[in-house]
C-alpha cells in the first residue's frame, strides 16, 4: 500500500467481464495517539443487464479506463472522478448502503405486486370457468326442453292420425278390398312416426381466457362481480358481503310464477279478524293482533288528533274506533280476565270418585302431635327436630292395615306459627285436635279450637298421654266445655280417643274414627282433569333450587305439566312423594314436592296447570303487577297523621331474615312486628328463603342491621364479606330463642329507665352566710333522712327554683353523714344561693333499670 494520496489503489486480482462491477477506494483512519491508518474500501454494485435494443441505464457506472496503468498520465477529467473525495469518504459508503437497501425494499415491492398480480388472474379464470360452465349448463337443459316438445308435439299429432284412421275404414269398405295395395299403403301411412330427437351438439371445450394484463396504476372495478358467491367467500368467514336474503328470493319466485301462469295476482279480499283488546295496549300490538301495519294505525290516529308513536298506549275506546276504522271485530276484554276462575270451574257429578281425606294435626306446642304422628306412620320424625318442636308444615301419607289411605298434616304448635295452624284448617278435611291428659287446655290449643270453628271442618280429640300417673282426661273433657266442645260420652257430637303416642295406644281406635268421619263427609274428586293444589310448604333448596310442597285438591298432577302457582310459574320437573321417591303423578289429597317452579311461591298459594308456558306467564306476570300495585300504593292519608308522623320519636331496628322455609319467616317477622312498642320497632328490611348471599350481607351492612339466619348459613363468599363488614351473623334454629334475643337487642336500644326514690324532705328554717359568697340553710327534716352528696331539689310554693346536691352537711359544728326526720342542720347546697325561709328542701335517689320488652 502507498502512502501517497494521488495513487488510486488498486485490488489484487482484476474482475472478469468488460464493465466494472467493484469499485475501490481508501479511507484514512485516525487515531487518538496519533497514528493514521489508511484501509481500502470495495464497493460492489448489482449488474444491471438489458434487453436486447434497449438503451443503457442511466445508472450504469462508467468503464474503468484501461490506460490507467499506462505510463502517460490521464487527461484531468478522469484524473478527477477516479480520485476519492477528501472532505467525506464516509458519506459515499452510506449512500451506497442505502442505495442497497432501497434496491431491496423496491424489488420486494415488486415481487409482491407480481404475486398479487398472479392471484388476481388466477382467480379471474377460475370464475370464468365457472361462468362458461353454468351457461353451457343452461343451453344444454334449454335444448333438452325444446327436445321433448318437440316428442311431445310429434305424440300429440300421431294420436290425432290414430283417430282419425278407424273412421276411414269403416266408410270405405269395398274400397279397401279392391285396392289392397292402396290400403296396405295407407296402413303405412297412419302408423305413428319414429320418435326423433333434436340432436345435441357436444359441449364445447372451454377455453381459458388470456389472461389480462394488470395495470398497478389503475383501480380495477369488481362492482359489478362483488355480490356474486364464489367458492372462497363461501367457505371464508367474512360477513361482509350481503347475501340475498330469504324474503328476497320468495320475491323472485312469486314474479316468476306471475310471469309464467297468467299474469299479474288479482288482489285478495280483507280478512276480517276478531282482535282482542285490553283495557291499555300499545299501538304496535294493536297493528299485530290486526295484521295491520303500524304506520298505518299512526297515521289514522294522526288523523283523529293523536299524536303518538306505535310504542305509546292507547286505551280501550281509542282502540275500538281504530279496529272498527279497519273494518275488523273488537272483543273487550279487562286485565281481570287474565285470571284464572277456578270458583266458577265445577265437576260433573258422574266424574267424581272418593279420594283419600286430608286429617291436620293441631294442638299446643310439646302436646305430642308429631310423635302421635310417627306413632301412625312407624318413624321416627321428633328425633330430627330442633328442639323438640316442629317449625314447619309437614305433609305425610299413612297406608292403613285395610289398605285405607290417609293424608296427614302436621302444623306447629308454637305460639308463632298461627298462620301456619290457619293454613292448615283450611286445606283440611279433618281436625285432630291433641291435648296433653297431664297439661289440660293451653293457648294454642284454644286457639286451634278457634280456627277449626272458622274453617268448618270436623274435629276428633285425641287425649294424648294417657299412660302417665299424673293424666286425667275427664278433666280435658270438662274444660272442652268452657269452648263448647262436647264429647259423645258426654252427650255431643264430638269425637274424642285416649291415646298414647309413646305407648301406641289407642291408634287403632283413632283411624276407625278417621275413616267413619272421612266416610260421613263423602270426599269425592276428579282425578281427569287439570291439577289444583294448595302450597303446603315452600323453600329454596341449594342443589335443586325452589322446591314447593303441593297437597293436590283434584285432578292429577303429572311431570311435565305447565302450571302457574302465585306469582311464580313453572314445569314440573320432578315429584318426590314424603318417602322421598320419585313419582311421575299424584293424584287428588297426594302430597308432593314440585320441582321446577321459577321462583319461591307464598305457602298457601293455589296452584293451577295450564294449557301452555305463555299462558303461564301472562297469569304470573299480572300477579305480579298486581301485587306491586299494592305494595307500592300508599293509603290516603290526613294532616293528623302527616304532623303526628313528623312529630314522631319512634325508633326503628332494621333486620334482615333468611329461613330454611317460607312458612317459618312468616312466622318469624309476625312474631317480631307484634314485639314491636310505641317506643321502638322492627323493620324487616328483606326476608326470604335460602342460604344467606352477599346481596344480603351487603344489605345489612348499608343499614347497619343484624342478619338473622334461620336453619340457614352463608356461603364462603357471604362469609368473608360479613367479617370485612363487620356484619353481624345471627344463626338459630329454635324460633322462640330468636325471638326472646331479637326483642334483648330491642330493649337495649332504648335508653335506662330512670326511677326516681323520695328519700327525705326538709324545711329552711334560716338562711346564715357561708364564706364570702355561699349561704347556708338550717334545716328541720320533716320526713325520711337527708344524706350528704344526694340529688336535691328547692322548691318554693312547689315550684321547683334549682336542682342541686348538698355539698356539706353539719350538725352544731360537726360534719355528719345523715341527718333524720325530726332533727335540726345546716346544709350548704352546691351551685345556688337563692334560698328563703320557707322553701322546702326534696332530696330524693335517682335509679336507672334497663328496659324489657
Known sequence: MSDNGNDKPTLGRKPLGLKRTVEAGQVQQSFSHGRKNTVVVEVKRRRILGKPGEAEPA???????????APPPPPPPPVQQARPVAPAPRASATDNLMSRQELQAKLLREAEEARMTMQEEARRREEAERQAASEEEKRRAEENRRAEEEAERQRASQTEEEAKAPAAEAA??????AAPAEAEASA????????????VAPPAPVKRPEPAKVDRNKRVDDRRQSGKLTVNRALADDDSARARSLAALKRAREKEHRRSYGGPREPQAKQVRDVVVPEGITVQELANRMAEKGADLVKALFKLGMAVTVNQTIDQDTAELLVEEFGHRIQRVS?????IDSAGDVDAPETLQTRPPVVTIMGHVDHGKTSLLDALRGTDVVAGEAGGITQHIGAYQVKTKGGDVITFLDTPGHEAFTEMRARGANVTDIVILVVAADDGLMPQTIEAINHTKAAGVPMIVAINKVDKHEANPQRIRERLLEHEIVVEEMGGDTQDVEVSALKKIGLDTLIEKIMLQAELLELRANPDRAAEGTVVEAQLDKGRGPVATILVGRGTLKVGDIFVVGEQSGKVRAMVNDKGQSVKEAGPSTPVEVLGLSGVPMAGDQLSVVENEARAREVAAYRQELA????????????????SALNTT???YPIVVKGDVQGTVEAIIGSLTRASTDEIKVRVLHSGVGAITESDVTLAAASRAPLIGFNVRPNAKARALAERDKVSLRYYDVIYDLIEEVKNEMAGQLAPERIETIVGMAEVLQVFPAGKKDKAAGLLVVDGVIRKGLNARLTRDNVIVSATTIASLRRFKDDVSEVRAGIECGAVLHDTNDIKVGDMLELFDVEERARSL
Open 59 to 69: 445508472t450504469r457506472p462508467a468503464p474503468e479506463p484501461v490506460a490507467a496503468a
Open 172 to 177: 270405405a269398405p269395398e274400397a279397401a278390398e
Open 188 to 199: 303405412e301411412g297412419s302408423r305413428p312416426a319414429p320418435r326423433r330427437f333434436t340432436p
Open 335 to 339: 286485565d281481570s280476565d287474565v285470571e
Open 628 to 643: 306491586t300495585r299494592k305494595r307500592t300504593t300508599s293509603a290516603p292519608t290526613s294532616f293528623e297523621h302527616m304532623f
Open 650 to 652: 319512634q325508633i326503628e
